[in-house]
């Protein structure tokens, strides 16, 4: 019951954005009349546990499914399998003893997971991997050693040395790791394949971000970097900063891989990739413009009392700046309205604090 609660919970605080985003004077219509189009011009298919999906080709109604509480799952290759639940999404693998997991997911997500790894084996969970010290996609890690237990099975819970240790520093009440591997390019070992830890040394996410590269299949896990198929969620979804993200998706297009899991959105590919990068391009030079454009002075008068008004007039004045100029462009996508202003304003920080 609590699940469905936080369910609840975090779609309705969507709804109230969504409400007062309706109620702007130009009355935004969120959903273009013919859907929101694919970002990367890709093809749509039900999703399959039984056939591996092709590069260009994604999961269809994606938002009505989540919306609807389906748990969708995708094979992606002969022993790797996609699950989304409540917009969230983890990774599993199925080995010849046991199933090794990319993130437990939270807010009853991971019992969805569980039931979809049972549908496609019998074989029990033996490994769980943590990508970074976020509840929203680890939360979820006990309803593993509960089933773990009850099936008197040895669980190995992997995770980096960089968030091992800030599981330690902040007294995490979540399953702690049993085995770490170094946070730069440590590897793990399920039975006969390599999993590949890709730490950010300067992590736009959070500090111990890492990607989990599964070295023989080409799939590569990435959450809160991408959301394929999608603009990214708010302020590129809950990272701390825009500084490094560049720098980030630099270092993943580097990697040799065919298949993405963002955390979010769809089924990705290299084509998701480049379209961050390019979107990234176009969102920072439109903040440059608007620094230009936008006259600080205007917002700095005597009547506005405090400097702290000052920069709020002026963020969101650029920030709007920027909406509109890349609205042509980008504002027949999923997710323009609510993300790009709170984007914008991340932009505009770094920019103004590194010269």
Do not use: C
Not at 96 to 116: C, I, N, R, T, Y
Not at 128 to 139: E, R, T, W
Not at 148 to 164: G, M
Not at 250 to 257: D, E, G, H, N, P
């Amino acid at each position: 019951m609590k699940s469905h609660f936080n369910t609840l919970l975090f779609v309705g605080s969507l709804m109230t954005t969504t409400s007062l985003f309706a109620h702007d004077a130009h009355e935004i219509n969120f959903k273009p009349a013919t859907g929101y189009p694919s970002t990367v011009g890709a093809s749509y298919q039900a999703p399959s546990s039984l056939v591996n999906i092709d590069i260009d080709k994604k999961i269809d109604n994606l938002f009505d499914r989540n919306m609807a509480g389906e748990t969708i799952v995708q094979r992606v290759t002969d022993k790797v399998y996609w699950v989304q639940s409540h917009f969230y999404n983890a990774l599993f693998y199925v080995g010849d003893k046991g199933v090794m997991v990319l993130d437990p997911l939270a807010f009853g997500a991971g019992q969805a997971l569980l039931a979809s790894i049972k549908q496609v084996t019998d074989k029990p969970v033996t490994t769980l991997v943590y990508s970074h010290n976020h509840a929203d996609h680890i939360g979820d890690a006990q309803v593993f050693v509960d089933e773990a237990k009850r099936r008197d099975v040895e669980l190995t819970i992997v995770a980096s040395d960089a968030t091992a240790d800030k599981m330690n520093f902040l007294d995490s009440q979540l399953p702690r790791p049993t085995k770490t591997v170094s946070f730069d390019g440590g590897l793990y070992q399920f039975e006969n394949t390599q999993l590949k830890f890709i730490g950010f040394k300067h992590a736009a996410h959070t500090d111990d971000s890492a990607a989990l590269l599964l070295v023989d299949e080409g799939v590569i896990h990435t959450p809160d970097l991408i959301n394929p198929d999608q603009l990214p969620w708010l302020g590129f979804g809950g990272s701390e900063n825009f500084t490094y993200y560049r720098q980030n998706l630099a270092l993943i297009s580097a990697q040799k891989w065919q298949h993405l899991s963002g955390g979010h959105g769809n089924v990705g590919s290299r084509a998701d990739l480049d379209f961050m990068q390019s979107y990234l391009g176009d969102l920072t030079m439109a903040a440059n413009k608007a620094m230009n454009e936008v006259d600080w002075a205007q917002y700095s008068t005597v009547a506005n009392n405090n400097h702290s008004v000052f920069g709020a007039q002026w963020f969101e004045a650029a920030s709007k700046n920027i909406t509109d100029s890349l609205r042509p462009k980008y504002g027949h996508y999923y997710g323009f309205e609510a993300s790009v202003p709170k984007q914008a304003e991340l932009v505009l920080d770094t920019l103004l604090s590194y010269q």
